[in-house]
C-alpha cells in the first residue's frame, strides 16, 4: 500500500470506473502554470487544462488573492431580491466581452446549471411574446451540454442518455457535421455544411412554430472537437431566423479565448441569441456559470411579469456567489492584462503544427482542431472506448494529462503554455501513440 494514498472508499467519483480507478489511482497534489504533480512528485504536464477551464494555469495568486479578499469582505450574499455590487461589475465586464446586444446575464455554477437555466429563459421568453407553443429543443448527434435535465434531454451521446429517460424532455436531433472525407482537416472543414438542412427538415417535421430552441456547441467539444464546416453556423442562423427559433451556442468549452477570439460567436462571425458559459469563466478555480441572453429577450420577459411577482421562477442559492464573482473578475483582469485571448490565437499555429505531426502514427486515425482545441482520434481498441481509456492511463503515466471521450483525445493545454510546454506534450503524445501495441 502507498502511504501517499488516501483511503478511496468514501468518494464516488463522477464519469469514472471506479474500481479500476482504485487499482490504478491518477491523482494530483499539487498545481503550478502548465503543470500538476502526484503526490510522490512526478511531473505531470497539464494538456487538457484540467478540464478546459485553467485557460490562465493553475496556481494564479491574482485570483486567489481576489477571493480571500472577497471572502474576508463579504462572503456570501442571497440573490433572491438582494444582491452585492460585485455580481453587477462582474456582468458588466462580461457583456463588454460578450457579441454587441447579448448582454444581460444570469448566472449559475456549473455549464450544466447554465444549460438548464437556458432552456427555462428560453421557454419563458417565448410564453412572454404569447408563443407558448415553442416547447420542443433542437440539439445535434453527439453533443454534450451537461448533465442536468436540460443537458440530458439535449445530449446527443448515448450513454449520456440511455438510463435517464424518466427525467428528460422533448429534444429531437440534427445529424452531427463530421463526415469521411473531413478526416485529417486542420481548421474548418470545406464540407458538411449542408447538415444544417437537417434543422429546416424537422422544422417541417414538426413546425418550425413549434420549437423553441436549437442548442449548438459551435465546436463539439467532449466529443473530441468536431470543427463547424465552412457556412454551417451560418445557415443554422438563417433558419432560425426563418422560424423565429432561439439560437442557444454552449460556450461552456470555447469561451473565453479558446478559439482565438473571446467567445467562438465573435470568432465565426455568427452571433446567437443565447450564450452559455462557465470553465474559464473563472479559469476554473470556483463554480460558476452564466448565461448571456439577447437585451429584448430579457425585456420581454420582465415586461410580461404581472405586479411584484418574480419575472422568472429559476435561480440557485449561489447564484452569482460573491466570491465566485470575485474569483471571474480576478481572471478577467489576467486575460486582459495578459492578451490571453490573443496569446492563444498566436500560439495556435505551434499548437496545430504539433498535433497534425501525429498524423502517421500507427494509433491516430484522425486528427481535427482550432484554435487551441483539437481531437485526437484513436484506432479503436477491443471495446468502444477501451483505446481511449488504456491511452489516457499510458499518457498519464508518461508524464501528460489528457482528456479522454471515448477513443477521442481532448487536447486543449491553457493558453499561456510556452512552444516549449507544447513540444514536450507532443513528444510524450507522439511516444504513446507511437506504439503499435496500445
Ligand atoms: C458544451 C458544454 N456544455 C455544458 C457542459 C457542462 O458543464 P459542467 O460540467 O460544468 O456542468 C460542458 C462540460 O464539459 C460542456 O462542454
Redesign the pocket.
Known sequence: MNALLPKMDHHWLPFTNNRLFRQEPQIFARAEGVRYWTPEGREILDGSAG??CCAAGHGRREIADAVHRQLMTLDYTPHFQRAANVSFEFAERLAGLLPEGIDRLFFGN??????DSAVKIVLAYHKARGQSQRTRFVSRNWA?????MG?TSLAGMVNNRRDFGAVTFDAVHMRHTWTEEQRFTRGQPDTGADRADDLEDLCRLYGGETIAAVFI?PIA??IGTIVPPKGYLEKIRAICDRYGIVLVF????TGFGRTGAAFAAQEFAVTPDVI?M??ALTNGVI?M?AVAVKREMQAAVIDAAEGDRPELFHGYTYSAHPVACAAGLAALDIYRDEDLFGRGKALSGHFLDTVFGLRNLPQVVDLRGYGMLAGIQLKPGATPGAKGSIAQRRLFDAGLHVKATGDALIFAPALVAGTDDIDRMGDILRRILGDADL
Open positions: 478540464l478546459f456549473s455549464g450544466s446549471e447554465a444549460v454534450y451540454h451537461g448533465v442536468n443537458g456547441e467539444g467532449s454552449d460556450e461552456v468549452i452559455t462557465a470553465k463554480p456559470s
